[in-house]
């Protein structure tokens, strides 16, 4: 199993390099080329969710972005994590989490998972105390490498 990390600033101008990176390993992995405009725009779209909760939460630590693929399950995935606590938005699912009214950033935060659900169909959101995720997986058909 074939893993990359990338930590990046929450920085708006870093998401750009998160996508292109996410794409290519994306297309090292296997990941039918018809389906990595959807992982760039998957991955722009939790990079650029979880750069916003920093900002608005005024959190420096970086964003964290796992690529993983899994020659066994033959699957390539990508975990999108922020440090925000209790920051998940919606469970599994796209059912949205409990909790009062919806304020600008909360319903930012619910479209872009929309977006996310609506390119990705192997979708996992989860929150916890020490910051959320998103994991998010596609199929991939790596090709055996030559001697």
Known sequence: ?????????ALPEHVRTARLVAAAVARRAGVDEAVLDEVRLAVGEACSRAVGM???????????????EDETEKKFSIEVGDEVPGSGG???GGVP???GGESDAEGEDEMGLAVISGLVDD??????????SIRMSWPAHPTPVLP
Do not use: C, Y
């Not at 979708?123 to 959320?132: D, F, I, S």
């Open 1 to 9: 199993m074939a893993t990359v990390e990338l930590r990046f600033s």
């Open 54 to 68: 920093h900002e608005s939460h005024g959190i420096s630590a970086p964003v964290r972005v796992v690529l993983v």
């Open 90 to 92: 919606t469970a599994a």
């Open 97 to 99: 989490a409990e909790g």
């Open 123 to 132: 979708v996992e959101v989860t929150a916890g105390e020490n910051g959320g």
